[in-house]
RNA sequence: GCCAGUGUAGCUCAGGGGUAGAGCAACUGAUUCGUAAUCAGUAGGUCCCGGGUUCAAUUCCCGGCACUGGCUCCA
């Protein structure tokens, strides 16, 4: 840890406990190898090398041997030793450890020398346990109020895949008891909203293991959000100037090489479908052509870009599509619908000179924000990735001019337009600097939900011109972007934003006619007002079951639909309807009329729930 | 892909070497009820898949698959 970046109060008392954890291991396992043990968001972890395979079955007597040295409230005492003191103590096996052993701290070993030369080296103490460790900590055991193993998991050694994997185990550590428990309580509502439990409860999607896994299934409501979602993005794109544009699921291989796809992210592509031809050279049986599924719209778009010439007054050009691509992301990455194999991106390309670029890019962000602002979305975090001009000609193109230009515009327009962003440097694109929305799952886990990409190099490879004023040739700039991400991604992060609530025109199911009875004049009342209501392309639905009211309200309240209108006797007499909207309980009777213009003002606008 | 855990009805879960269990949902019938559960009945299972041990496996063992939690990755 970094001296001069002091942790806060919390921090330290969650390293600390990182120690403790280290110190009851050690007295269970006296054989134990300490890697590293940091503090992280909503706890802390210690990375653990060891022949017993530690499960949550362990927890209890981890525990028990952490509240005793808690209980002891050692004083965490600080040390600074020399370079040849602590490299002789690893040697020694003393480091993350309680006594010398016949092994040395291998892992602490490994660390010291990756220690510079001029920096200081510290140990901690806390009772016999004595780690490598620039601190900060509490001042002693006892400070640590309340903590918890959580779980155990496994991490790469340093977090790269070639080293050795460690066991990981994760605790949390607060001050108070009350704060821990809020805390876990704050979990359990979070799990509330997953959205893999309120898609299966709400019937929104699935998937099967005959279909594959990472391809979801749409079910008729989660179809509903897609739908509203392209209506949306098409009326945006539509009034921006867009241009709509189709194209195939897959293309032969050649394209791929072109974009330069292949080899580069053959991994992440499905595996190719090989076409034999008995005519084809190599004779029978041999391979004529390869297909690949796309896993990005780009190159398709590019093909569109050149099926006609261009004159510098097309520019810009916005070809936009909800395109289908296939990733084959590793068995392990997938996660509900923040992560699958198929998925469809609210997707389109901007052609355009350079000296259209910024009122351009500038209209993307914007296009975003009243996206923002529909949704209500207000906890997002925009990340800017540039490159690194170390590894130019490595992991970015080799064009250092274009590079600081394209990165200076993108930079001028998010000071421009004053929007909060944080600077990343070396998360670049390989063809250019990008902007990412960050946003967080209800689970904590952090996805990128919209993005906005620069691309200088591809255009070029594909050999896109347009015929400029001065009768030359000229490479267009390109902005890739997709500001609802892809529906998957996007549906999944709603689904948790809203908790399953959707707003009125989202809300798969909008309205719910509930008669009281069966009498024939209600039944026929209900039917004609869900008939009107479908009329104006309302989703409304009529519960004709024998259940009592109370249970239709139930029923209705747990599928979450947005608005119950209760029609009874009294109300058919009076000319009106009960309004009930989803989670605001029973708003009372109001005109039937007003009742149906209010829905329609409403679905039109695109209102909030709070509105 | 790697490490660990889990896999029983549509859902949530109990059980256990020898006819497979509950609640909710579904279906049938009765009920005519004014804002979060009306009553009764019926039906529903390859206990994830394959192999092994056993007189007998859903249960134990091995392998696979899927999911979950992480790690790695994420154009």
Redesign the pocket.
Known sequence: MNPKNPMTELERIRHSAAHVLATAISRIWPDAQFAAGPP?ENGF?YDVQLGH?I??EDFGRIEEEMGREIKANHVFERRVVSRAEAMEMATQGRLAALADRQEASRFKLDILTGIPEDEEISLYTNGEFIDLCAGPHVMRTGNIGAFKL???????YK???RNP?L??I?GTAFKKKAEMEAYFTMLEEAKRR?H??LG??MDLFA?D?DV???LPLWLPNGTVLIEELEKLAKESEFAAGYQRVRTPHLARENMYLTSG?LPY?E???FPPMELSDKNAEGGAGGVSDRYYLK??N?PHHHKIFKAVPHSYRDLPLRLAEYGT?Y??????????LM?VRSMQMNDAHIYCTPAQFEEEFMAVNEMYLKYFKIFGLKDYLMRFSTHDPARLGEKFVNDPEMWKQTEEMVRGVLQKSGINYVEVPN?A???GP?IDVQVWSA??????IA?N?VDFAVPARFGLVYKDRDNTEKTPLCI?RAPLGTHERFIGFLIEHYAGNFPLWLAPEQVRI??????PE?VEAASALRAELRGHGVRAEVDA???????????A??AKVHT?L????????AG?L???V??K??L??KPRGEVVADLLASIRERRGNEA
């Open positions: 992280v972890y395979r499960s949550p959580t779980h155990v998991a496994s991490a790469y977090g790269d895949e994997q066991q990981r994760y997953d893999r439990k299966r409860e998937f293991d594959g896994p990472g796809h992210y991994e992440s592509m896993a990005m780009c691509c990733r084959y992301e590793q068995s392990g990455e997938l996660l509900g992560r998360e694109a390989f063809y990008k689970i904590g886990r952090e996805f990128t993005t990409q890739h509930l008669p009281i009875g069966d009498e209600l079951s024998s259940d009592k009211i109370n249970g239709k309200v139930l029923r309240e747990e119950m209760v029609l009874g006797r009294r109300d058919l007499e009106a009960s309004v009930r989803h989670g309980g029973n009372g009777a």
